[in-house]
């Protein structure tokens, strides 16, 4: 599901946050369901247990910053059809790190991509720190 180069970016990522070289890192992947409004931005990955961490959304009003399994994610089939239900969004492009990402799903009780969204997390993010 997530590409071996990416893996090993999430790999990194992990890395250097277990050795508090690095926290709030830009999502790797966006992994989404197909036939539901899941989604899930992860940018740490264990290698060791295959358990990613990252912002989830399982399309319920309620976002948060978590872990799970991608052997799990993989293993999640379409009920009449037993095709793949989660797939990796090719044309992620990830813009801003971690933090604003999950400033902007609380604001929106969702995960979004949407730009202006996105600058007020900055600003909101921004603005707690000044304080």
């Not at 295959?50 to 999640?76: K, M, P, R, W």
Request: with cysteine; aromatic share 8%; glycine share 4%.
């Amino acid at each position: 599901m997530i590409t071996e180069d990416l893996r090993e970016v999430m790999i990194q990522n992990a890395y250097e946050v277990q050795n508090e070289l690095g926290k709030d890192h830009a999502p790797v992947v966006k992994l989404y369901s197909q036939y539901g409004k899941a989604i899930w931005l992860l940018s740490e990955l264990d290698s060791t247990n295959n358990i990613a961490f990252g912002l989830c959304d399982l399309g319920q009003g309620l976002t948060e910053l978590s872990y799970v399994s991608i052997e799990h994610l993989e293993s999640i089939k379409h009920a009449r059809l037993k095709v793949p239900m989660v797939e990796m969004d090719k044309n992620f492009v990830p813009k801003y790190p971690m933090s604003v990402y999950a400033e902007a799903a609380r604001m929106v009780k969702r995960i979004t991509e949407d730009e202006e969204i996105l600058k007020r997390a900055v600003k909101a993010i921004a603005e707690r720190e000044f304080k």
